[in-house]
């Protein structure tokens, strides 16, 4: 495999993870067992999931974009979806969070992140137009 396609399975994961991580989150803040403060929680998942994953997707597409790779874009492509999907569904969860914790950073949160899923989806799309590499001769 090449670089690329690793570097688009480490993106794939990182989108998982904080997918993950905001919805575990969304649903304790359902029924918080213990204080917590929703924004610096928020803001540490960003940081260390999506972030690196949308600046690992950008290199991807920055190195797969001459020639195209159908199996890296559609490996972004999934995980734009990832995030799509797992921000729907924290949106779905803002409204049985506890008033106490509803705080701008959890209101907005899920809708940023669809938003942004859907330019990587596209990007990921893109790379689906592969071209014929040109032979090199050296003499």
């Known amino acids: 495999m090449a670089v690329e396609k690793y570097l688009a399975i480490a993106s794939l994961g990182l989108f998982i993870m904080f997918s993950a991580e905001i919805v575990t989150f969304y649903t304790f803040l359902v029924s918080p067992k213990i204080e ?8 540490m998942y ?3 999931g999506v972030a ?14 001459r020639y ?26 803002i409204p049985k969070i506890d008033k106490n914790y509803l705080v701008f950073a959890v209101i907005v949160v899920p809708q940023l992140f669809m938003a942004v899923s859907i330019p990587v989806m596209a990007t990921g799309a893109f790379l ?12």
């Open 128 to 139: 689906f137009r592969t071209k014929k590499r040109p032979i090199k001769e050296y003499f």
């Open 68 to 93: 195209g790779s159908r199996s890296v874009g559609s490996i972004i492509v999934a995980g734009g979806a990832a995030l799509l999907i797992g921000m729907f569904y924290a949106n779905m969860l």
């Open 52 to 65: 690196p994953a949308m600046i690992i997707a950008g290199t991807v597409f920055i190195l797969s974009k």
């Open 46 to 48: 960003i940081s260390i």
């Open 36 to 43: 917590v403060e929703p924004e610096p929680q928020i803001l």
